[in-house]
């Protein structure tokens, strides 16, 4: 059975670290692209981060220099490293596999980012 | 970037009712086009990729056409599960855009 299990968020102050895993069974998180996905509270979904079965990756503008998404193979996990965190960061961050008939969601877990 | 502009941004409507739900795109995406749908404190569903292809397991109600930057999401005949939120977003170059949701409400 495919899963996605999310894990690591919580309650940063602005600037701090967060980061986040994805635990997958049921497939190998290399051979498919995997994304991240947030959705501030109330808010619309917004795609953050691709993680390319070759290796490559993509961010959207607003995170570019202070995310960085990578994979353990060993242990079938996908990451968000987190860094300067700002208040707008606060959102629930979804893994996600594919956007295709081989889609797959996590539950989501809560980054709060607050002074 | 790719800007994906849904309407209505919400929509009153009954069960049994007809309801199209479009989307439009910045740029062409010749049919990468996906859309979700999103209840309360879930995580997103798949409905429709490659702008009309039905996921598995979703119901045939569900139905999507469009290529280009034109895209429409139609439900047939709406059930009480179907009031939700729905999104659609382009996954034809990065960053994967979503649009900004319609809210489907029971009238």
Do not use: H
Not at chain 1, 57 to 70: C, E, M, Q
Not at chain 2, 31 to 52: D, F, H, R, T, V
């Amino acid at each position: 059975e495919v899963q996605l299990v999310e894990s690591g968020g919580g309650f940063v102050q602005p600037g701090g670290s967060l980061r986040l895993s994805c635990a997958a069974s049921g497939f190998l998180v290399s051979t498919y692209y995997m994304s991240w996905v947030r959705q501030a509270p109330g808010k619309g979904l917004e795609w953050v981060s691709v993680l390319y079965s070759g290796g490559s990756t993509a961010y959207t503008d607003s995170v570019k220099g202070r995310f960085t998404i990578s994979r353990d193979n060993s242990k079938n996990t996908l990451y968000l490293q987190m860094n300067s965190l700002r208040p707008e960061d606060t959102a629930v961050y979804y893994c996600a596999r594919e956007f295709n008939k081989n889609d797959f969601w996590g539950q989501g877990t809560l980054v709060t980012v607050s002074s | 970037d790719i800007q994906m502009t849904q309407s209505p941004s919400s929509l009153s409507a009954s069960v049994g009712d007809r309801v199209t739900i479009t989307c439009r795109a910045s740029q062409t995406i010749s049919n990468y086009l996906n859309w979700y749908q999103q209840k309360p404190g879930k995580a997103p569903k798949l409905l429709i990729y490659g702008a009309s292809s039905l996921q598995s397991g979703v119901p045939s109600r569900f139905s999507g056409s469009g290529s280009g930057t034109e895209f429409t999401l139609t439900i047939s005949s709406l059930q009480p599960a179907d009031f939700a939120t729905y999104f659609c977003q382009q996954s034809y170059s990065t960053p994967y855009t979503f649009g900004q949701g319609t809210k489907l409400e029971i009238k």
